[in-house]
């Protein structure tokens, strides 16, 4: 058991001698420090007294940690940002960028959903203000970003590109990541990418763009759950087309007339909407009745499904996760996310042991649910203090 890194962590100003043993040293840290009497904090000492394994006493060491600290899980109160601009990085793309918070925090990129989701205000409020520099985009096509609903020179690839080009105007040497649903693909593939410049990594909703996940929610598999929500999605696609609804839809949304692409984006986008919460969500329904929204939502998505996400391979993001273990991580994964259901945040999990994997109980994808939202803020807070600790 790595004594060294307990007392370093909860007795930074005690030091032992080549020759001190285990019970000397827990005699001493009882004599001279009082045990912390936060809840819970007895029994992890206890724990760490009888374990002689190491990687149980990291998990201790963390746990009291945590407890001591009791992180905050609340929303932070609305901001407003303190400065906005728009980024051209192609001859077709120019991306708009916000900056809330502390202008001189620990900097953290929020990468959106979708892809073509875009951004809202509310997405401030899972970081500290007081602590993170919290840097918001819209990536190409989607929000704010110009031109709208744009498929040209749209690529997974393209975007990565883009973070580089974000950061570096912004001037910035390196920054948290933080990215949910498609957000948790473009964080996982940014990251691999530049692993030199993240500090660390919190994903949602995880979501590794595999055939199994696209069939899973666009070909029935999701059906068998929200029927209801499924039959207007299924019953815009005639019959002798949907063999495969992903195509159909890429045909439509694709289409020379801007009202049947309206149609198909509205249908692919309350589809969803309707799942997006473990109880539906009227809010975050009614999103789909936006035409502009919708078309950018819709159209964008598609086209990453229909060309795999743009990776070589179908397992791309698990094959390089060692080029990220190093980095401090935390998973966050309702257990009903119908969406990006929990297999691929298992897998995930699965591949990477070193990051912390929550799973919330009584969530489905939304990163607005309470449980999801609270674990979100708490993953932050860990990450803060981490960097505080250094």
């Not at 002689?52 to 600290?69: A, C, D, I, P, R």
């Not at 992180?71 to 991306?95: Q, W």
């Not at 994808?365 to 807070?381: F, M, P, Q, R, Y």
Request: proline share 5%; net charge negative; with cysteine.
């Amino acid at each position: 058991m790595n004594l060294g890194l307990i007392q370093n962590t909860l007795f930074p100003h005690f030091t032992s001698t080549p020759h001190s043993t285990p019970s000397q040293f827990f005699l001493f840290t009882s004599t001279h420090f009082k045990i912390p009497t936060f809840t819970g904090g007895k029994n992890l000492v206890s724990r760490v007294k009888s374990s002689w394994n190491k990687s149980e006493s990291v998990q201790v060491v963390t746990e009291l940690m945590e407890s001591k600290n009791e992180l905050n899980r609340k929303l932070y109160e609305e901001i407003e940002p303190y400065a906005t601009g728009m980024l051209k990085v192609s001859d077709v793309h120019t991306i708009y960028w916000e900056q809330s918070g502390n202008p001189s925090g620990h900097p953290v990129v929020f990468l959106h959903g979708g892809p073509g989701g875009g951004t809202s205000p509310s997405n401030r409020r899972f970081f500290d203000p007081e602590f993170y520099r919290i840097i918001l985009f819209d990536q190409r096509g989607a929000g704010k970003s110009t031109p709208h609903a744009c498929l040209e020179e749209n690529t997974t690839w393209d975007l990565v590109k883009d973070i580089e080009k974000l950061r570096e105007h912004l001037k910035i040497l390196e920054w948290q990541v933080f990215g949910g649903s498609w957000g948790s693909t473009l964080a996982l593939a940014y990251s691999q990418s530049h692993p030199d410049k993240v500090t660390g990594i919190v994903l949602r909703g995880i979501f590794l763009l595999r055939k199994k996940e696209i069939d899973w929610f666009y070909e029935g598999g999701a059906a068998a759950i929200f029927p209801d929500a499924w039959e207007p999605f299924r019953d815009l696609i005639p019959e002798n087309e949907r063999d495969r609804f992903v195509k159909a839809y890429h045909k439509r949304l694709n289409s020379d007339d801007l009202n049947t692409q309206y149609e198909a984006a509205r249908a692919w986008t309350k589809w969803e909407m309707m799942t997006a919460h473990l109880i539906p969500n009227e809010e975050t329904i009614k999103r789909g009745d936006n035409d502009a929204f919708s078309l950018a939502f819709a159209r964008i998505e598609n086209h990453y499904f229909v060309n795999r996400g743009f990776f070589s391979t179908d397992s791309h993001l698990l094959d390089n996760i060692d080029k990220i273990k190093h980095i401090n991580a935390v998973i966050v994964q309702g257990r009903y996310d119908c969406c990006c259901p929990m297999m691929s945040a298992w897998d995930l999990h699965k591949a990477w042991p070193e990051a912390d994997f929550k799973v919330i109980p009584d969530a489905g994808h939304s990163a607005n649910e309470s449980g999801t939202a609270a674990e979100l803020v708490a993953a932050n807070e860990k990450l803060k203090n981490i960097i505080r600790n250094k």
